[in-house]
């Protein structure tokens, strides 16, 4: 998967229409059950973007594999994180960030595009 300055908010936008919903059709993610890997991208978002190089360095991406750590912990802990992990393919878009500084950027635009759309789509807190 393939995230472009053309293409990360659409695909954010269709990941969300795609979560899971209860019966009354209510998204069942709510922002709290991921509000703290929310920080964690904020966090590198704020350091990468100063960041002047094209590669991350190495703490860098050091803390986007304890991210996807972080996510499979929470997705074991709870169903509406793991649909959003496998729906956004949160997973394999860390892996193509790699050690790329426009990448990992990207990441981070489009983690704040989900939340923006969950939003939108009546997500809750």
Not at 26 to 50: F, P
Not at 81 to 94: D, Q, T, W, Y
Request: with cysteine; charged share 30%.
């Amino acid at each position: 998967m393939v995230l472009e300055k053309t293409n990360y908010v659409d695909m954010a936008e269709n990941a969300v229409k795609r979560l899971e919903r209860n019966k009354n059709g209510n998204l069942i993610l709510t922002t709290s059950k991921i509000r703290n890997i929310l920080s964690m991208i904020s966090t590198i978002y704020n350091e990468v973007i100063h960041h002047p190089a094209d590669k991350l360095n190495e703490d860098m991406v050091e803390r986007l594999k304890y991210l996807k750590m972080r996510f499979a912990y929470e997705a074991g802990r709870e169903k509406a994180v793991k649909n959003l992990i496998e729906v956004a393919k949160i997973f394999e878009i860390i892996e193509w960030v790699g050690d790329g500084t426009q990448r990992c950027i990207l990441f981070c635009k489009y983690m704040e595009s989900i939340v923006a759309y969950h939003k939108f789509n009546g997500g809750r807190d």
